[in-house]
């Protein structure tokens, strides 16, 4: 995209939701796709809003260690992805057992299959799918 400026890949407190009524409201009147190692539950915002993020990881799929290594690779995935988003959501995701042992380019590939099996990704010209 040689006509835009580049963003700031940054994933800073605006975009997390942290609020248990902001997740509940998104899994209760978003919508909800699962595909691969995640569970994605999307609200679409106001134009003028930001994207932002929420990540469960159930104590089912492991221990802390592993809990936290599935939010780090999920919060990423979005990092990189968030302005390649066609309009401003609120997106939950919830990681699934199959996340366990999976690489940051397996993860990666579930996240951007499922935002584009969402109609969430900007159509990009020149892109291999």
């Known amino acids: 995209m040689a006509d835009s400026i580049p963003q700031p890949l940054r994933f800073g407190r605006a975009a997390r939701i942290k609020q248990g009524r902001d997740f509940a409201r998104v899994r209760r009147v978003g919508e909800r796709l699962v595909i691969g190692c995640m569970i994605a539950n999307w609200q679409r915002l106001p134009a003028a809003s930001a994207s932002r993020l929420g990540v469960i990881t159930a104590g089912k799929i492991g221990g802390a260690v592993v809990r936290n290594r599935a939010r780090r690779l999920l919060r990423e995935s979005f990092r990189?992805?968030?302005?390649?988003?066609?309009?401003?959501?609120?997106?939950v995701l919830v990681a699934r057992q199959s996340i366990v042992g999976k690489g940051f380019a397996d993860v990666e590939r579930d996240f951007l299959t499922t935002l584009r099996k969402a109609r969430l990704l900007k159509p990009m010209s020149g892109r291999i799918e």
């Open 80 to 91: 990189l992805h968030q302005h390649d988003l066609s309009e401003p959501v609120d997106l």
